[in-house]
């Protein structure tokens, strides 16, 4: 196997619950990945009894990889190795009457869930919307149920938004629906009702094995803690310096917890890096010190010294952009570096435009994530939204995102009475639509509209029983003649056909669903998986460009880079504005770790003097975090003054010296 010692113990440790505390960089996927084979090989678990859970598709799929590699053709059959929301909806869909929903039921995303709020909110004179869905979405993090939510309000606010969660669950229901956090919170509830089914989901999945335990709200601590039952089989890899999403639930208490729940626990620390040099790390350790630890850990390297880390105080946000996309050309043209090398990492989306602006003044590729997700698009929710309501007529959000796409000239004031009408007779939209005591209450071109629209969903339900479903969804679309009506509502016949493209790219991701299925998986099942996944995690060209990375410090978790630049590193940008309390210091702290942790090689600190802000120019103080960094592994830059005509000069000189470089 080749691993170190505390690698091995990890992977061969059986008998009592584990907690691997994994530094940055020090191999921890590979050890998840190990022990899967060890347990099937030496400890003769049976795949179907193991599930590795962590939480992001990419984060399975790279496991799913490196699994397949190890094991033999077959050996790792019925293996799971899935996100927790793809566990959840596993163990909803098995049990899903139970809970008292019906099949075909429907997972909403963000916007549709926001669309539900609005709707309520308006009835409740509500106001930030935006602010009780966030609230909504920690309660069932923190397994808070409306009734609880209720109970614990201390003001109007809070009570307001209990009201809206107890109207919300209510209404989703009501659509046969479910939410991202429901997958978690459905579960959890399904097993404290009934220890039946309990039983036979701890009798199903054997040994767990938990990635980025530091990241588990308080939901996903206790449906693990259920599935592990008394025996507590299970491996939880974590590591409490990089807990960075406290603001979507995330708990690194939860490590802590461990304990108190196991006192049988046993810790493994891998303090090994195999990313970083000496300076970095070191860096690293000390800055981290400064947050209080239930377990120390000490990452090292065999990677040598490595270079000093470079300070670069900068005038202005236009002056930090300008040396950033400098020092970039600059090591490109001496050193031969890929461009592909370079990160540059920063606190809030915002601060990548100035550095968007010089990169490509200076001609140099790069690569911005965070950008609109592939299930944002437009055409995709159109098409999925049609599938949704052929799976499930009861999916209000479905309907009304489809009854005038393309145009039907079915108008708002008939959907507001039409909602009137569904609401008074406790039904859905859809229902609502057929019924002759509403084909009353409008006018009979209105009511043919709509009988023609629901008289055609029927007949495309009824052939969806006996048609698999990629040529279902190439009939609907042939018949709706959504590619036409692309072309009239687009700009140019380009943006259609690229629209058009990631229609198609639906239908061929349901054929090989529909394939690897073996032709099994009905329409409502590929519609439940594909809200999921996001596509644009499965686009492998992205990694294969030669361009520098733009991203914020959360989305950099995981990944690595030969040369970083930290960017920002002012107080009110990193550490945060918002986030100056104790813990919210803590976690800021832990998000300048997971930056200096990323670098491989060479880490660049850049901060702003001055920035202006809505027309102001405010001065800025350094970040408190760089007077806890080791001053003999840093290096400020020279302090003396070259004037941006200069800079300017060496820059234009860069990028004639690359276009030549390019042209030989």
């Known amino acids: 196997m080749n691993l170190n010692p505390e690698q091995q113990a990890a992977v061969t440790h059986l008998g009592s619950p584990l907690l691997v505390l994994a530094g940055a960089g020090s191999g921890k996927t590979r050890v998840i990945t190990e022990k899967i084979v060890w347990l099937i090989r030496h400890a003769h678990y049976d795949p179907k009894s193991i599930a590795a859970i962590t939480f992001t598709n990419k984060a399975a799929r790279e496991m799913q990889e490196r699994a397949g590699k190890l094991l033999q053709a077959g050996e790792g059959k019925g293996l799971t190795i899935s996100t927790f929301h793809t566990l959840g909806l596993s ?12 099949n075909g039921f429907s997972i909403l995303d963000a916007q549709d869930s926001q669309s539900v709020l609005v709707e309520l909110a308006e009835q409740f004179a509500a106001g930030d919307v935006d602010r009780i869905r966030g609230a909504i979405s920690r309660w069932k993090n923190d397994f808070i149920s409306p009734e609880q939510a209720l109970n614990q309000a201390i003001n109007e606010d809070e009570l307001l938004a209990a009201k809206l969660y107890e109207q919300y669950q209510r209404q989703i229901k009501a659509y046969n629906a479910v939410d991202f956090d429901d997958l978690i919170v459905l579960p959890v509830q399904l097993f404290q009702q009934y220890p039946e089914v309990l039983q036979k989901w701890q009798n199903r999945l054997r040994y767990l094995l938990v990635d980025e335990y530091q990241d588990t709200n308080a939901c996903q601590y206790q449906l693990v803690k259920q599935l592990a039952g008394i025996r507590g089989a299970f491996t939880a890899v974590g590591d409490d310096d990089q807990s960075i999403y406290a603001w979507r639930g995330a708990r690194p208490e939860n490590i802590a917890q461990l304990q108190r729940d196991y006192p049988t626990l046993h810790v493994v620390k891998l303090e090994q890096n195999y990313r970083s040099t ?80 010089y ?11 965070g950008g609109t997700s592939f299930f944002e698009r437009t055409e995709v929710k159109d098409t999925l939204a049609y599938l949704r309501l052929l799976s499930n007529p009861d999916d209000d959000t479905a309907f009304l995102r489809v009854i005038n796409t393309p145009r039907r000239e079915i108008g708002t004031s008939t959907l507001e009475k039409l909602g009137e009408y569904a609401h008074q007779r406790q039904v859905s939209l859809f229902t609502a639509a057929q019924e002759m005591g509403f084909a009353e209450r409008v006018g009979a071109k209105t009511s043919e509209r709509l009988d023609n629209f629901t008289g055609w969903v029927n007949q ?129 702290r832990r998000l300048a770790y997971v930056g200096i942790t990323r670098a491989q090689q060479h880490l660049t600190i850049s901060y702003a003097k001055t920035r202006t802000k809505y027309g102001e120019t ?38 004639a010296s690359l276009t030549a470089l390019l042209g030989d």
């Open 278 to 357: 000496k300076r970095i790390l070191e860096s690293a350790n000390q800055l981290i010190s400064n947050n209080p630890h239930l377990f120390e850990k000490q990452l090292w390297s065999t990677l040598g010294e490595g270079e000093p880390i470079l300070i670069m105080p900068c005038r202005t946000a236009d002056h930090e952009a300008q040396m950033i996309v400098g020092e970039i050309l600059k090591r490109r043209f001496k050193d031969r570096i890929p461009f592909k090398n370079f990160a540059i990492l920063y606190r809030s989306n915002h601060q990548s435009r100035l550095f968007e602006k």
């Open 460 to 588: 495309l339900r009824r052939d969806a029983d006996h048609t698999p479903p990629p040529e279902m969804v190439k009939r609907l679309m042939g018949e709706l003649r959504y590619e036409d009506w692309l072309h009239e509502s687009s700009n140019s016949p380009k943006i259609a056909e690229k629209r058009m493209g990631n229609v198609e790219e639906v239908v061929q991701w349901m054929d090989k669903l529909y394939a690897d299925g073996a032709g099994k998986e009905s329409i409502s099942e590929m519609v439940a998986h594909m809200s999921l996944v996001d596509l644009l995690e499965r686009n492998s060209e992205e990694a294969e460009q030669d361009a520098v990375t733009l991203m914020t410090l959360h989305a950099a978790k995981g990944l690595e880079f030969p040369q970083v630049f930290l960017v920002g590193m002012e107080d009110d940008t990193l550490p945060h504005l918002n986030s100056q309390d104790a813990q919210g210091i803590q976690e800021e």
């Open 618 to 655: 405010e001065t800025c103080d350094p970040s408190r975090f760089l007077d806890e960094l080791p001053p003999e592994h840093i290096e400020w830059q020279d302090k003396k003054v070259i004037t941006p005509e200069q800079r300017q000069a060496t820059t234009s000189a860069y990028v």
């Open 91 to 102: 163990i909803f869909k098995s049990e899903v009457k139970r809970l008292g929903y019906k």
């Open 359 to 369: 990169l490509r003044e200076g001609q140099i590729p790069y690569k911005l994530t």
